[in-house]
């Protein structure tokens, strides 16, 4: 892990500005950023594993190796796979200090309710929230 | 096969039909809108647009007991649509015609009084396997407070009603049969005057949600005998939150009201209030005055199209698309019954619905995706979902073109 989350999300606002706000590619984008995803194990595809709020079904597990999260995640819909997808390329491999005191700022700046619209917007914020939880679940396990 | 076309021309004129409607002239995502999510709500032609805007702007005042001008042109305009809504569907009498906040409230409205009148112990309420949520969850709370029981008619694969199921069903210890006309998810045409006319042998009384039926079907209920009936303005051309219930004179009367408050009473003491009389014992406290208003220019819009052509020009829609569908690898449709309105459910294996919405969305074209408030219908079909495509008058064959190379285009982009 060479990059910094902010650098991280420099790319993925890149990356979304060279699509030029065409409605198409942007979706066509998302839903190939969930194909690099590494496949979920069915074993972790249990209803606990799957994040509360969201329309589509997202299964998310971690893993806490040497003081830094490893996420792993799979959805019934690519789209949403692919908005995952993002949050595991920012977050994966770091500490949970790390991720609690990041900014996603390119939510923002990627405009990301007018792109995925309202609904997957707000799954997209439980997403995050669900990943957060376990960042402080294990900050507060290493404290112990 | 020019003739045809030509005479499908002369039959009926979609392009004059969509001047009328703004929303449709605009791009979404940089391509012309192509509407089809008209199973959830229809858009608006002009003359509902403007007769909103008008009453706000000329006529607004709050109805009967008015005595001044204003009040007396929004009274004499509310009961204008009363008066053309008893004859858009054949009502005996205008004050049969209870004005509600959709096809929602006038089942609850039913559900909440001759419901609660009605229904004892162990009595029986039949509804059917492809109900709207809207027409589920107001009989399962009445029942569960009753201790009545509800009893489901089964579907055939085709997505039909079992009428050998219902004759089973049907018992003396049925008191309410409540239908919809049309299936929102599957365009199924229910057989309801069989439905009726059966359930009136067994002495009950029958709902018809006609939510689907309204923007299609021409509608008699003088001929059909149902006892009630609720639709929703919005799903015909007409404007949002005013609905409509039509109930028989007799069991009107012989129901409790449901909500107190204004307008439905006659005398208020604190000892004793009496009820006002039919329509307005059923509709407490101001009501949607400009909506109901607009709602006559709805009618109006649709008694002038001509009927007949207008439904052979959507069928027309609904089959192009159904084989248009059909002949692309790894669709399967659902809901393909013999009787249908303009509504095509369909699940591809390869692509979720939510996914399929959104590309089509990217291509400028509405269409609904998810379970579609029949969630009882989808656990009986096995998925989660569906995507649907339904049309409305002003729908076009270019459009449903468009949309099947569109579908076509997204599954083999997936493909590889
Ligand atoms: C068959 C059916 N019943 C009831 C309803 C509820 O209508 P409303 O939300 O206008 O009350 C709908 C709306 O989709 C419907 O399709």
């Known amino acids: 892990m060479n990059q910094s989350i902010n650098e991280i999300q420099e790319e993925i606002i890149d990356e979304f500005s060279m699509l030029g706000g065409d409605m198409e590619s942007t979706v066509f984008y998302i839903m190939e950023l969930g194909n690099h995803l590494p496949p979920l194990d069915e074993k972790y595809k249990i209803p606990e594993n799957l994040v509360k709020g969201c329309q589509s079904k997202v299964w998310l597990t971690t893993s806490f190796k040497e003081g830094k999260i490893f996420f792993l995640a799979d959805s019934n819909t690519e789209v949403t796979k692919g908005l995952i997808s993002m949050l595991i390329r920012i977050w994966n491999g770091r500490t949970p200090k790390e991720i609690l005191n990041s900014d996603l700022y390119f939510i923002e700046k990627i405009g990301m309710q007018r792109v995925v619209g309202s609904q997957r917007s707000n799954g997209f914020a439980s997403m995050i929230k669900q990943m957060k939880l376990y960042a402080l679940g294990y900050q507060q396990k290493e404290k112990v | ?416």
Request: charged share 25%; aromatic share 8%; with cysteine.
């Open chain 2, 1 to 416: 096969m020019t003739t045809l076309t030509e005479n499908k021309q002369i039959l009926f004129d979609v392009q004059s039909v969509r001047k009328k409607f703004p929303a449709l002239h605009q791009k979404v995502n940089g391509h012309p809108l192509v509407y089809f999510d008209n199973a959830a709500t229809s858009q608006k032609p002009k003359e509902v647009i403007d007769a909103l805007s008008h009453f706000y702007e000329k006529d607004n005042a709050n109805i009967h007991r008015g005595i001044h001008t204003l009040a007396e042109r929004a009274t004499a305009e509310f009961e204008e649509t009363r008066k053309a809504v008893q004859s858009f569907i054949h009502a005996p009498e205008a004050e049969e015609i209870i004005f509600t906040s959709g096809t929602t409230g006038g089942i609850n409205l039913v559900a909440q009084t001759y419901g609660r009148k009605f229904l004892k112990k162990g009595d029986e309420v039949i509804l059917s396997a492809m109900e709207h949520h809207s027409n589920i969850v107001p009989w399962q709370m009445i029942c569960e407070e009753k201790g009545a029981k509800l009893k489901v008619i089964p579907i055939t694969e085709a997505g039909e009603l079992i009428l050998k199921e219902y004759k089973k069903l049907l018992s003396a210890k049925t008191k309410i049969v409540s239908i919809a006309y049309v299936s929102n998810t599957l365009g199924t045409i229910n057989p309801v005057k069989d439905i009726i006319k059966l359930a009136h042998e067994a002495g009950a009384k029958v709902l018809i949600d006609a939510a689907q039926a309204i923007i299609h079907i021409p509608i008699n209920v003088k001929e059909l005998d149902c006892d009630f009936m609720a639709f929703s303005g919005h799903k015909m051309y007409g404007p949002n939150g005013m609905g409509v219930l039509y109930g028989k004179r007799e069991l009107l009367e012989a129901m409790p009201p449901y909500q107190g408050g204004g307008e439905m009473i006659k005398e208020v003491t604190f000892d004793k209030t009496t009820y006002n009389e039919l329509p307005y014992k059923f509709e407490a406290g101001t009501p949607n005055i400009a909506d109901v208003v607009a709602m006559k220019n709805a009618i109006d819009f649709v008694n002038s199209l001509d009927r007949n052509a207008a439904l052979i020009h959507e069928h027309q829609l609904l089959q192009k698309t159904m084989s248009g569908l059909a002949g692309i690898d790894g669709i399967r449709l659902i809901g393909t019954a013999k009787h249908k309105t303009g509504v095509v459910s369909f699940v591809s294996d390869r692509i979720h619905h939510f996914d399929m919405g959104m590309m089509l969305d990217a291509k400028g074209i509405a269409i609904r995706t998810g379970h579609h408030c029949t969630e009882p219908l989808m656990n009986l079909l096995g998925i989660e979902g569906t995507n649907r495509a339904s049309f409305a008058v002003y729908n076009t064959e270019e459009e449903v073109d468009y949309f099947i190379e569109t579908v076509k285009g997204i599954i083999q982009k997936r493909k590889k």
